[in-house]
């Protein structure tokens, strides 16, 4: 007999243990599902709140990203008119 078989055999749970786990958690399981069928409003305003917060982020970080490359254009001209300026007096 391996160990595994006499650990299984070790616990054996009677019928009522039984159906009070699975009582257990069919009341877990079921009543969270009825409380959201009832609530429903609450879901979905939960659900408008969430998306509002993203659409949120990702408008900042766009804008962010849209000052970034603007900064990001100006320097670059900035230092394509310097390299002129200085090509202009070497030659």
Known sequence: MSTFARKATGLEFGADAAGEVHDLMSRDVVEPRSQLANDGET???????????VSLSCAQEIDGLIRDLKMLRERLHYDGAWRARSSTTRA
Do not use: C, F, I, S
């Not at 879901?43 to 917060?53: E, I, K, P, S």
């Open 43 to 53: 879901l979905a305003n939960n659900l408008g709140l969430l998306v509002q917060r």
